[in-house]
C-alpha cells in the first residue's frame, strides 16, 4: 500500500533555511543547516535500504506559485497566491509499505528533525493513504 | 582562478542568454528574471575578478539570479496582495493549446529569447534595446551610451519594452511553424539595424560609444550556430564580416568618408574577407536567395577586386536585378543606379535617378542628390554635378564629416 508523507513549510520558513532572519525570527545558522541536510540524508537513505521509499521531492519556494481558477467561467492565473506567513506543500515521500501503521512510524521519525527550537516547535507531517485506483477513490 | 575584468565580461556577455533562458522557462516572469540575471551579471562582474571563476560559473549565475527572482516575485505580490489588483490575469490563450514546439532543447534558449526581443508588438528602437539587453548583455548604462541617449530614457525604454512582452502573453517557445519566417525575418532585421547602427559611428563621439557593430557580429554568429542550414542568417552574417572588412579604409584622418573606390584596399581586413566570403559561397550553392545572401554576394564581388578598376560591375548588375526583385529599399535603387551607370554609362544610370525622382524618399535623402552628382561627373557636367553636390550637402544634416566631404567635392568641380 502507498502512502503520501507531507511536509509543509511557509515562503518565511524557507527564507529562515536560506540564511535570512525574519521579523523575531532567528535565521538558521551553518550548522543547523548542515544537521538538517544530515538527517534527512539519512532518513531518505534507510527508506531506501528498506525497499519502501517510492519517490520523494522537495518544492520550491511559495513564491513560485501560480493558481489557476475560473473567474467568470474563465480560467485565470495568479502568481503566489499564498500569504508570507501560510504553510504550505513543501515537500513529500512516497512510501510503499505494510500498512498505515508503519508509515506513520515512518512519518514520526520525522518529528527527530533537528533545527532551531522555534521551527520544530510549529514543526508538522501529515500522512495520507494513496488511491490505489478509482475504484478505491468512489468506494 | 583570477580572471581579468575582460575575460569575465566575455564569459557573462555569453552566459547571460544561456542563464536568462533557464531562469525563464523554469519559472516564468520574463520581466522580473531579467532583473535577476542582471544583479546577478552584476554581482558576478565584481566578485569573479578579485576571487575567482566557480567551477560551474553558468550554474553559479543561475542560483544567484533564482536567489534574487524569488526576493523580486515576494515583493511584487505582496504589493499586488496589498492592492487587491491581485496579479490574476486570463490565462494566455497559448498556454490552452498544445505548444507549437513541444519539447525544445534547453539550446534554443537564446533562439527563444531573440524572438521574444524582437516580438512584434515592440517598436524597432525597443526590440534593440530589449535584444542587445537581455540577449546581449549589454548593461542600460551602455546601451544608452551606444545611441546617444540619456540612462533614464533608455531604462523607461526597456522597462516598457519587457512589460509589453509581459503583457502579450507568448509563451517561452519557439514561435509556431506558421509565423515562424516573419518572425524570424524580424530577428534578422534587429541585428541589421544594430550592426548597421554601429558601423555609421565610426568617428568623433563614435570612438566612446560601445562597438555595436561587433556586438551585431556576435549575435548573428550565435544565431548561425543555431540555424546553421539558413540562408538568410548565412547572409546577414556575411554581409556584416564582408562590410566590417572595410571599415579600416572607409574613413579619413578627419572622419570624412572615403569612398570605394578611392579607399587604400590594403587597410581591407582579409580574413574577414575571406571567411565572409567562404560563407556566402556555400550559402548561394543550396540556391534558396534572399535578400541579405544577395547583399552578401555584393559585397563579396567589391571586396575580391584588387582595384576599384578591377570591379566585375556586369556581375555586380545582376545581383542588383535580383534584389530589386525581393527589395523595395531605395538605398538599393540608388546602388542600382550606380551599377547601372559603371556597365552601361553615366546617361543610363542618370535615365533611371530620373525615374526615382518623384519618391519623396529620394528627393529628401542627400545619398540620392551625391549619386547624381557622381553620375553627373561621370558624364562631363561638372556645372549640373557641382550643384547636385551641393544639394547633397544641404540634405546631410545629421553628419558633419559627410557635409564637408559633399562641400569638398562640390569645390572641387569649381571654376
Known sequence: ?139 | MAATGTETEDLLRQLAPQVLGALVRRYGHFDTSEDAVQEALLAAATQWPAEGVPGNPRGWLITVASRRLTDLLRAEQARQRREEAAARQLVPSQWLAPAADAGTAEGDDTLILLFLCCHPSLSPASQIALTLRAVGGLTTPEIARAFLVPDDTMTRRITRAKQAVKDSGVPFALPAAAERGQRQAAVLHVLYLIFNEGYAATSGPGLVRPDLSAEAIRLTRIVHRLLPQDGEVTGLLALMLLTEARRPARAGPGGEPVPMAEQDRSLWDANLIGEGVRLITGALRRRTPGPYQLQAAIAAVHDEAATAEATDWPQILALYELLLRVSESPVVALNHAVAVAMVRGPDAGLGLLARLEPDQRMAASHRFHAVRAHLLEMSGDREAARSAYLEAASRASASLPHQRYLHAQAARLTG
Open chain 1, 1 to 139: 500500500m502507498k502512502y503520501m508523507i507531507l511536509m509543509y513549510g511557509s515562503q518565511q520558513d524557507y527564507d529562515a533555511l536560506a540564511g535570512k532572519p525574519g521579523e523575531g525570527q532567528q535565521a538558521w545558522s551553518p550548522a543547523d543547516f548542515a544537521a538538517l541536510g544530515a538527517f534527512m540524508e539519512s532518513f531518505t537513505k534507510e527508506l531506501v535500504e528498506s525497499g519502501e521509499l517510492v519517490e520523494t521531492r522537495g518544492l520550491t519556494a511559495p513564491a513560485h506559485t501560480r493558481r489557476i481558477q475560473l473567474q467568470n467561467g474563465l480560467p485565470v492565473v495568479t502568481d503566489g497566491p499564498y500569504p508570507e506567513s501560510e504553510e504550505v506543500l513543501a515537500g513529500y515521500w512516497i512510501v510503499e509499505c505494510d500498512s498505515f501503521d508503519r508509515a506513520t512510524q515512518i512519518a514520526a521519525r520525522l518529528a527527530e528533525t533537528p533545527g532551531p527550537e522555534h521551527v520544530r516547535a510549529r514543526a508538522k507531517a501529515d500522512v495520507r493513504p494513496i488511491a490505489e485506483s478509482r475504484d478505491e477513490l468512489e468506494a
